[in-house]
Nanobody, 113 residues
Framework: QVQLVESGGGLVQPGGSLRLSCAAS????????MAWHRQAPGKQRELVAA???????NYADSVKGRFTISRDNAKNTVYLQMNSLKPEDTAVYYC???????WGQGTQVTVSS
């Protein structure tokens, strides 16, 4: 059974950076597409970034140029590097494994001065 564990969230000031990690187990990770989503209070969950098994990426317009998704197949881990953070990036961030559709438990990111 696929299990995903996110880490790296926290409180950061506007303009700061964070790197989120999502470690997968029980998954044929190297052939799975992976994605990061986020959900802010009172809003629907939205796609932030995705990466295919081959390394192709796509991003929500709101994070293009600021966030970078990457993967390390040797570590079964996907990352989300977040730079130039804004208060509107505040949300719970979830990773999702594309083959099973499983979600991680989420990690809180708060951008505030």
């Amino acid at each position: 059974q696929v299990q995903l564990v996110e880490s790296g969230g926290g409180l950061v000031q506007p303009g700061g950076s964070l790197r989120l990690s999502c470690a997968a187990s029980g998954s044929p990770f190297s052939i799975a597409g992976m994605a990061w989503h986020r959900q802010a209070p009172g809003k629907q969950r939205e796609l932030v970034a995705a990466i295919t098994s081959g390394g192709s990426t796509n991003y929500a317009d709101s994070v293009k140029g600021r966030f970078t998704i990457s993967r390390d197949n040797a570590k079964n881990t996907v990352y989300l590097q977040m730079n130039s953070l804004k208060p509107e990036d505040t949300a719970v961030y979830y990773c999702k494994e594309g083959l099973s559709g499983r979600w991680g438990q989420g990690t809180q990111v708060t951008v505030s001065s």
